[in-house]
């Protein structure tokens, strides 16, 4: 079993500041995968960047980069130098990786809003 | 070319009706999915096939039922519509194994509205 909690239902950044999503899960699996999603107004689901739970360093694609605490069991999205296309709700998931029966398991989501 | 196409992407019917929604993936994965948002935008698992395999069945009434004719196609029936199946319903494939990561490259959506 997986739960995901993102805390902050909503969020606000300035641009050009780097905003950090909060992300903690909880599963029964000892191998899992940590991934977050974008969906922007236009209502697509976009994957931004995945963490593997063996990976020692912290996953980074371009201005994102996941801050991965093993111990604490969080698994942070960190988004540099926002810019207002990042105006968007923010979904984290995990997924065990043991079976290809592992499903998805997602947070309730945050809702970042970058002011110009 | 489109990886996941789910359609249609709206759709407006009235309660007690039979919907259909269909969805492709041109990305050679062996798992699809349905994803079932809400209007609070809450993602919650469907069901998934693995090569036309029923393998996740989540709690979900059996007015809906997935069919999958290949392993590059997903379709979803949802019979006897009610107010409470207004959502968007999101198709979804990925590939797991050595190599892959697993995640999820979802359709753009199918809204339903039932009225």
């Known amino acids: 079993a997986q739960k995901i909690t993102q805390t902050q239902p909503g969020m606000f950044v300035q641009e050009k500041e780097a905003v950090t999503l909060d992300c903690t899960y909880d599963?029964?699996?000892?191998?899992?995968?940590l991934f977050w999603y974008k969906q922007p107004s236009s209502g697509e689901m976009i994957f931004l960047i995945y963490?593997?739970?063996?990976?020692?360093q912290n996953a980074t694609e371009g201005r994102y980069s996941l801050n991965f605490q093993k111990a604490r069991k969080s698994a942070n999205l960190v988004i540099s130098a926002s810019q207002l296309g990042d105006s968007a709700m923010y979904f984290c998931?995990?997924?065990?990786?043991?079976?290809?029966?592992?499903?998805?398991?997602f947070g309730d989501g945050t809702t970042l809003t970058v002011k110009p | 070319d489109t990886a996941v196409s789910q359609t249609p992407k709206y759709l407006v019917t009235q309660m007690g009706n039979d919907k259909s929604i269909k969805c492709e993936q041109n990305?050679?994965?062996?798992?699809m999915y349905w994803y079932k948002q809400d209007s609070k935008k809450f993602l919650k698992i469907m069901f998934s096939?693995?090569?036309?395999?029923l393998i996740i069945n989540e709690t979900v009434p059996n007015r809906f039922s997935p069919k999958s004719p290949d392993k590059a196609h997903l379709n979803l029936h949802i019979n006897s519509l009610e107010l409470g199946d207004s959502a968007v319903y999101f198709c979804?494939?990925?590939?797991w194994g050595q190599g892959h990561t697993g995640e999820l490259f979802f359709g753009e959506g199918s809204r339903l509205t039932v009225l």
């Open positions: 599963t029964s699996d000892q191998s899992y995968g």
């Open positions: 963490q593997g739970s063996y990976d020692e």
């Open positions: 998931a995990s997924r065990g990786l043991n079976t290809n029966a592992g499903k998805s398991t």
């Open positions: 096939y693995n090569n036309k395999e």
């Open positions: 990305l050679g994965h062996d798992t």
């Open positions: 979804a494939s990925s590939q």
